[in-house]
C-alpha cells in the first residue's frame, strides 16, 4: 500500500535515476559533480516539494550500467516543481527518452563519489524506504522522518544548501 505524503513527516525526497535510461555515466564523464534538475511527475507529491527540502538521489537498476543500486547523491531542493517539456535529447540513451517529461524541480544534488549501496541500508536493517518496496514508482518518491533518521549513520555530512541567488542591484536612478 503506497502511503500518502504529508509535510509533517516529511524527511526527504528521492529522485530516481535509472542508468539504462539516462546516460549517468555520461553526464558524470563531462566533469559535473551537481544536479540541478530533474523530472517528476506532475501530481500531488511534486506540488509538495517547497526549497529546502532535502532530497536523495538514487540510481535504481541492475548495476550492468557500472552504478549499484543506492544513494549517489545528496542536496535540497531550490524550488517548487514547474511544468517543463525538454528540447533536445540531452543524456537519454533513447533519442526520444526526453519526450515523456512533462515537469521538473529545480536542486543542488551533489553526487558522491561513493554511493551508499541498498546492499548496505538493507545490512543495516533499512527495509521500508518506498523505492525500495516499489523501484518502479514514478519520481518523486519520499523518506519519512524516521526513515531519513535512520539512513543518517551510513550517509556522508549533507551538503549546505545553496544560497539563493544575490538580489540585482537597485539601479541608483530610480529612487524608492
Known sequence: ?????????????????????????????????RLTSWSVQPNYRSALMRAGDRVLFWVSGNGRQGFARGVWGLGHVL???????????GFWHAADGHHGIRARVEVDITL?????????????????????????????SWLSTEQLTACADLLPPWPAPASAPAPAPADPEVQP
Open 79 to 89: 524550488a517548487e516543481a514547474e511544468p517543463w517539456s525538454e528540447e533536445g535529447r
Open 112 to 140: 558522491l563519489d561513493e554511493p551508499v549501496r541498498d546492499v548496505d541500508l538493507r545490512s543495516a536493517g533499512i527495509i521500508d524506504l518506498e523505492v525500495q518496496r516499489q523501484p518502479f514508482a514514478a519520481n518523486p
Open 1 to 33: 500500500m503506497v502511503q500518502r505524503v504529508d509535510r509533517a513527516r516529511l524527511g526527504g525526497w528521492l529522485l530516481k535515476c535509472n542508468p539504462a535510461a539516462w546516460d549517468l555515466e555520461g553526464f558524470r564523464a563531462t566533469g559535473e559533480e
